[in-house]
C-alpha cells in the first residue's frame, strides 16, 4: 500500500484560496437490539449549536486522486464484528471533529486502543483560523504520516485551547507513531464492511442532519436529508444481523447510544462524502 499523495495540503491551500470564495473498549454488546429511526420520529426544533462538527470538503479534483484502496480479501468473515475503541470522548466548542476521529479514534484503535491519542497535536496545527473553525481530513493524515501523533498523555485535549502547539517533547513523542499511509476507500456498504472485517477502522465525513444529530438511543440511522454541518467520524463495527455500521463520535456520552450510533448499510453512500483507512 502506498502512501496518501505527500504534502496535499498544498493542494488544500491552493484550492481553498483558488474558491476564495469543516480504555474502554467497544466490544460485542450481549443485549444489542437497534431499532429503525424513521424521519418522522426525529424531534424538531433543536438546538443545533450543542452539535459541533468542523470537517471541511476536500475539493473533489485533489480527493480523486488519493488512491484508492482495494477491498481485503477474505476467507470468511464474521456477521457481527466491533472494533476495541478508546473511550468516548467530546470535543467540546472547538471544531476538532477531524482530530478526533481520525487521531483519537482511528490512530487509537489501530493499536489495539492500547493508546491513546491526542486529537489537540492534529487539530491545533491544521484548523483553517480560530477555534470554531475546521479543517481537512486529508491534511490530518498527512500530518500523522509525516510528523506522527502524540500519546495523549503528553497533550491532552482541552476545548478552547485551539492555539496550542506542540512543544519539542511532544514532537519527539509523535514521531513514534507515524503511520505508513492510507487510502481512500469506496463509499459503500461492502467496502466498508470489508476493511472492518480486516480490523481496519474507517474514518468517514460528509453532511449531517437533524437525524444524525438526535439519533436515539440504540436506533438505527436510516433517513438522510443531505443537508446540515459538515463532520468527521469512525466506523468501528458493523452487525449483518441489523444491516447497520457502529460509529465513534466525539459529542461525550449523552450522544445516541452512550456515545456510539447506528447507521444502515443503506444510506452509507448519501450520508458519507469522503472515506479513509490508514495502515
Known amino acids: 500500500?502506498?502512501?496518501?499523495?505527500?504534502?496535499?495540503?498544498?493542494?488544500?491551500?491552493?484550492?481553498?484560496?483558488?474558491i476564495a470564495v469543516m480504555f474502554s473498549s467497544c466490544s460485542k454488546e450481549e443485549n444489542f437490539g437497534p431499532e429503525t429511526q424513521a424521519a418522522d420520529e426525529v424531534?424538531?426544533?433543536?438546538?443545533?449549536?450543542?452539535?459541533?462538527?468542523?470537517?471541511?470538503?476536500?475539493?473533489?479534483?485533489?480527493?480523486?486522486k488519493i488512491p484508492l484502496a482495494s477491498d481485503p480479501v477474505?476467507?470468511?468473515?464474521?456477521?457481527?464484528k466491533y472494533l476495541t475503541c478508546p473511550s468516548v470522548g467530546n470535543q467540546g466548542a472547538d471544531g476538532a471533529c477531524v482530530g478526533w476521529a481520525t487521531a483519537y479514534a482511528a490512530r487509537s484503535i489501530m493499536t489495539g486502543a492500547?493508546?491513546?491519542?491526542?486529537?489537540?497535536?492534529?487539530?491545533?496545527?491544521?484548523?483553517?483560523?480560530?477555534?470554531?473553525?475546521?479543517?481537512y481530513p486529508v491534511d490530518a493524515i498527512n500530518l500523522i504520516y509525516?510528523?506522527?501523533?502524540?500519546?495523549?498523555?503528553?497533550?491532552?485535549?482541552?476545548?478552547?485551547?485551539?492555539?496550542?502547539?506542540?512543544?519539542?517533547?511532544q514532537r519527539q513523542n509523535a514521531a513514534n507513531y507515524k503511520i505508513s499511509g492510507a487510502y481512500r476507500v469506496n463509499i459503500?456498504?461492502?467496502?466498508?464492511?470489508?476493511?472492518?472485517?480486516?480490523?481496519?477502522?474507517?474514518?468517514?465525513?460528509?453532511?449531517?442532519?437533524?437525524?444524525?444529530?438526535?439519533?436515539?438511543?440504540?436506533?438505527i440511522l436510516n433517513y438522510v436529508s443531505g443537508s446540515g454541518g459538515g463532520h468527521a467520524y469512525c466506523v468501528v463495527?458493523?452487525?449483518?444481523?441489523?444491516?447497520?455500521f457502529r460509529i465513534l463520535n466525539s459529542w461525550?456520552?449523552?450522544?445516541?447510544?452512550?456515545?456510539?450510533?447506528?447507521?444502515?448499510?443503506?444510506?452509507?453512500?448519501?450520508?458519507c462524502a469522503e472515506a479513509y483507512v490508514m495502515y
Do not use: H
Open 237 to 244: 463495527g458493523y452487525n449483518d444481523d441489523y444491516r447497520c
Open 74 to 80: 477474505l476467507k470468511s468473515t464474521q456477521a457481527v
Open 114 to 135: 492500547q493508546t491513546y491519542f491526542s486529537p489537540a497535536y492534529v487539530y491545533n496545527q491544521i484548523k483553517i483560523s480560530d477555534c470554531a473553525s475546521g479543517s
Open 188 to 219: 459503500n456498504y461492502s467496502s466498508i464492511r470489508s476493511q472492518i472485517a480486516a480490523g481496519r477502522p474507517v474514518v468517514v465525513a460528509g453532511r449531517v442532519d437533524n437525524a444524525f444529530q438526535n439519533l436515539g438511543y440504540n436506533r
Open 252 to 271: 461525550g456520552t449523552s450522544w445516541s447510544t452512550n456515545g456510539y450510533g447506528w447507521i444502515s448499510y443503506d444510506i452509507v453512500g448519501q450520508l
Open 43 to 64: 424531534t424538531e426544533n433543536v438546538d443545533f449549536s450543542a452539535m459541533v462538527g468542523g470537517y471541511i470538503p476536500t475539493p473533489k479534483d485533489v480527493y480523486e
Open 146 to 169: 509525516n510528523q506522527g501523533v502524540c500519546t495523549w498523555s503528553y497533550m491532552p485535549y482541552q476545548s478552547g485551547y485551539c492555539y496550542t502547539q506542540p512543544n519539542s517533547s
Open 1 to 18: 500500500m502506498k502512501p496518501i499523495i505527500k504534502n496535499l495540503s498544498y493542494w488544500f491551500i491552493a484550492s481553498f484560496f483558488a
